[in-house]
């Protein structure tokens, strides 16, 4: 039998949907979390076995996660899928049609036009006319199309009881994070996990030049819960929260679902990422 979460809605620890494709459901898992032949051939002709290097990566979660006081998490992605059904490639379509309505096609570049994510098209017009009435009416219909897509946005598997015994051990938690905090605080509610971050949220402003990768919404967090960047660790999905995360001074630790994410981050010079929270949830219920 598979456990699943029932929706988006949270009503009472862990509501839980029982189906019957556990087959299906634990192949893909296998799938998901085996190491590829490749990486057991590098394993094997450097030397290290798999075993070790699960060994090594739980002690490197360890000392990531014993020295974190606060934890500060980046929103669409380590803790759920916010576009998972609600398209980000047509809610971007959509604001540049809004734009060429308008009469301001031209305002974006071929590739800005073609990028199919919204931030992208919404950072190309702020740049061009920061401040103005038209970024404003633009970034309300982004928070709008964000608020829509958080009633069927997918949990990240094993966040919600990640953070819930993180909570538990007594670590702080904040949110940092490019999307709106009004859709951080939906989603947060219908999970029932409000109480594990709030006041600390800390999204988009109408101060758009400061979203990551500049580190603004991490220093807010680190100055609100009175935490030196020492003590605190960032998890993100991104080479952005990477680099805020670097620029604040905060340990970093990269959340990949695949094996593409996971390569970017390393590319950007992440020292530890993990393609599941479940070994992170073992380390914590281990303490």
Not at 40 to 53: D, N, V
Not at 124 to 130: L, N, Q
Not at 135 to 147: K, M, N, S, Y
Request: net charge neutral; glycine share 8%.
């Amino acid at each position: 039998m598979v456990r699943r979460p029932l929706g988006n809605h949270h009503h009472g620890p862990d509501t839980l949907l029982v189906t019957s494709d556990a087959t299906t459901q634990t192949e893909t898992a296998l799938t998901e979390t085996a190491p590829t032949e490749t990486a057991l051939t590098e394993a094997t002709q450097t030397g290290t076995t798999q075993t070790e290097q699960t060994a090594n990566e739980i002690d490197r979660l360890r000392d990531l996660t014993g020295a974190a006081r606060v934890v500060l998490w980046d929103f669409d992605g380590p803790i759920c899928r916010l576009f998972a059904r609600h398209r980000a490639e047509r809610v971007a379509a959509e604001l540049v049609d809004w734009l060429a309505g308008r009469g301001l096609h031209n305002l974006l570049s071929d590739s800005e036009r073609d990028s199919l994510d919204p931030h992208v098209v919404l950072r190309a017009v702020d740049r061009r006319h920061p401040g103005s009435d038209l970024v404003a009416e633009l970034e309300e219909r982004l928070t709008q199309e964000e608020l829509r897509a958080a009633g069927s946005a997918l949990p990240t598997p094993y966040a919600d009881p990640l953070i819930r015994t993180w909570t538990a051990v007594g670590s702080r938690l904040a949110i940092t994070t490019n999307n709106s905090p009004r859709v951080v605080r939906a989603y947060l509610r219908g999970r029932g996990l409000t109480a594990c971050f709030a006041p600390h949220i800390y999204g988009r402003t109408t101060d758009l030049h400061l979203l990551k990768p500049d580190p603004h919404c991490l220093n807010r967090a680190l100055a609100a819960t009175g935490s030196a960047p020492s003590a605190a660790l960032m998890i993100g999905d991104s080479p952005s929260d990477l680099a805020a995360a670097n620029d604040a001074g905060v340990p970093f630790l990269g959340y990949a679902r695949n094996e593409r994410k996971g390569k970017v981050l390393r590319e950007a010079g992440a020292g530890c990422v993990v393609a599941s929270l479940e070994p992170l949830l073992r380390v914590l219920r281990g303490r």
